[in-house]
């Protein structure tokens, strides 16, 4: 499912408490953002497994989703802007 929007553009997020998240999440992701309407689209979570980056890269060049995925890591080492 969708746990939020981002700010003006209404991105999807979805946020996972977990390691290791696989394709199946990023599924089940893509199936709510393509009920949304949605083609971009941002899952956060502590790390991402092979599965989840392949479904990632093979989304962008066969539909041209784009899909973001980002550690909690990435998110809190970024300096404020």
């Given at each position: 499912?969708?746990?939020?929007?981002?700010?003006?553009?209404?991105?999807?997020?979805?946020?996972?408490?977990?390691?290791?998240?696989?394709?199946?999440?990023?599924?089940?992701?893509?199936?709510a953002?393509?009920?949304?309407?949605?083609?971009?689209?941002?899952?956060?979570?502590?790390?991402?497994?092979?599965g989840?980056?392949?479904?990632?890269?093979?989304?962008?060049?066969?539909?041209?989703?784009?899909?973001?995925?980002?550690?909690?890591?990435?998110i809190?080492?970024?300096p404020?802007?």
């Amino acid at each position: 499912g969708i746990d939020g929007l981002t700010f003006m553009v209404h991105d999807p997020i979805q946020v996972k408490q977990s390691d290791g998240i696989g394709r199946n999440v990023v599924d089940n992701f893509h199936a709510a953002m393509k009920r949304a309407g949605k083609k971009r689209g941002y899952i956060v979570a502590f790390t991402f497994g092979k599965g989840a980056r392949e479904e990632v890269a093979r989304l962008r060049r066969e539909e041209g989703i784009e899909i973001a995925l980002l550690t909690v890591e990435e998110i809190l080492s970024k300096p404020p802007s």
